[in-house]
C-alpha cells in the first residue's frame, strides 16, 4: 500500500522542461559535469493545460533542479491524448531514461511500453492510476477528495434548500477511471439529498465548465450545484451563474486541485459562488515525484506515496494561505 506521505518541504516557483533553450541546455550540462551520479526523469500528466498538473509539473522541474545531478523532462500532453502521451513515453524509453513517471490515459496502452522500460533498466512509476508491476508511484486519495466535497456540499444544501426545489451539474473524465470519486461521491449525495444531476459530462477546462453550465441553466432554471471534476471546471461554471445574475448566495460550486486562482477567488469571492476546492498538497506531490522516482533508480528508500486532499473552503483564510504559499513558494 502507498505510504501517506509527510514531509511538507517548500520549493521555489520555476520551470525546467525538456527543449528548453540552448543557453539552459549548456547551463544544464555544465551543472551534470560535476556530477559523479547523474539521473534523468520522465513525468507524463494527460491534462497539462489544467492549472494544478501546471503548477506541479513547474514545482517539481524546479526541485530536481534544486537537488542537483537530475535530468527532469516533461510532456505536453493535453486534453488526455493517448496518443501523444504514448508517443512521448516511446521516446524516452529510446533515450533510455532512468525512470519514467506517468499518470497513463489508458494504463492498458502502456503495458507493453512498461515492458520494454523496465526490461532495459528504466524504473516505472506511475502518478494516481498504479499499474501492476510498477516500480514504485506518487498518489493523491481522490475517494477521500470527493468525501469532504460531498460532506461540504450535502451540509450547504442542507441549510440553504431543506425542501429542496434545486438541481445540479457535475462534470467528469470517464477516461481516467481511477479518480471517478470526485464525481461519484458527490452524485451519491446528491441522490440522497433528492437532487436531480441535470448534467454529467467530461469536462476539465474553463470554457466546457462555462459552455455546461450555459447549457444547464438555460434548461433548468432552478440549477444551484455545480460540482466540477477541477477547479478549472468549476471556475468556467462560476462565470455562467454571474452571467444568469444569479446571487452567490443561492449557488454552491466546488472543485478539486486547489489552483492558483481557484484559491485567490474562494479566499475573497465577491460576486462568485465558488465555495470550496478539496485541494492537493503541491509541495508534497512535487517532491514525492522526483524522491520516488530517485528511490525506484537507486533502490534506496520509499518509492511509493500517497497524499491526502484537504478541504479549502471560503472562510478558512489559514488554510487558504498555507495552500497558496506552496504554490507560490
Known sequence: MRRTSSHRIAVATGLLAAGAGLTACSQQDEALAGCETSYTIGFSHPVG???????????????????????????????SNLESQRTTVEGWITQKVDAILLFPVDPSAFANLQ?????????????????????????????QAGAIIADDMSAWIEEHYPDGGISAAVTTLKALTTITGRWEKPEAALEELDVPVVSMQDCADQTCGLQI??????????????????DDAALGAQKA????GLSADEVYIAGSDGAPEALENIKDPGDGAFRTT??????????????????????????SSLTPAVLAKTGDEATIDELLSQLHG
Open 241 to 244: 451563474f454571474q452571467n444568469a
Open 278 to 303: 478539496a485541494a492537493l498538497e503541491v509541495q508534497s506531490l512535487a517532491q514525492d515525484i522526483v524522491d520516488n522516482s530517485v528511490a525506484a533508480i537507486t533502490g534506496e528508500g520509499e518509492t
Open 49 to 79: 493545460e489544467a492549472a494544478a498538473p501546471k503548477a506541479i509539473k513547474r514545482m517539481a522541474a524546479d526541485y530536481a533542479e534544486e537537488k542537483g545531478c537530475i535530468t527532469f523532462l516533461l510532456d505536453n500532453t493535453t486534453a
Open 213 to 230: 453550465a450555459e447549457d444547464a441553466l438555460r434548461e433548468n432554471p432552478d440549477l444551484r450545484v455545480f460540482i466540477g471534476l477541477n
Open 115 to 143: 515492458s520494454q522500460a523496465q526490461e532495459q533498466g528504466t524504473a516505472w512509476l506511475t502518478y494516481a492510476t498504479p499499474m501492476e508491476g510498477e516500480d514504485g508511484g506518487v498518489g493523491f486519495d481522490s475517494e
